[in-house]
């Protein structure tokens, strides 16, 4: 599906990739997912993927019309709803997410359709909150690490 959405022979079918890829990432951030450890797994490494592919979409200019638009902003919301839930500490995700916040401030602010400006500046503010949280929980580690290391040191 991730290749699909980067190099289908149409905007139609990359958009469809992305809704088949937004409904997947949906079931997968369930607690009762009916998907397999191996398959959440096989999600969880792919994610990264997934926002590079959402990031080449959204400056392809077949991809940035509002028709089109549609699918890969719900696959942004998704991934990035999976990401918080199970991809927290992971930092090449974030950081690509960051890439695709910067396009997607762009595209907001350059679209004609409300509706479009609306969830661009929504996913924004999402992505930002959801960056804070790995680094919180990145430091929060560290942290631990260095308490569980002061503590050897003194025994």
């Known amino acids: 599906l991730i290749h699909a959405a980067q190099n289908a022979r149409s905007a139609f079918l ?21 998907l397999s450890a191996a398959a959440m797994k096989s999600l969880e490494k792919s ?28 696959a942004t919301s998704e991934l990035i709803a999976f990401g918080t839930v199970r991809c927290r500490s992971d930092a090449a995700l974030w950081n690509e997410l960051g890439k695709v916040s910067e396009l997607l401030e762009s595209l907001g602010a350059n679209s004609k ?10 996913l924004v503010s999402k992505i930002s909150e959801g960056g804070k949280e790995m680094s919180e929980t990145t430091e929060s580690s560290k942290k631990k690490k260095k308490k569980k290391s002061k503590t050897k040191n003194r025994e």
């Open 14 to 34: 990359k958009a469809e990739s992305f809704r088949l890829l937004a409904d997947l990432y949906h079931v997968a951030r369930a607690d009762e997912s009916p």
């Open 113 to 122: 359709s409300h509706g479009v400006k609306k969830q661009c500046h929504s």
């Open 47 to 74: 994610a990264r993927l997934a926002v590079s592919s959402l990031s080449s979409a959204l400056q392809d200019d077949d991809m940035t019309t509002t028709k089109r638009l549609r699918e890969p902003l719900k």
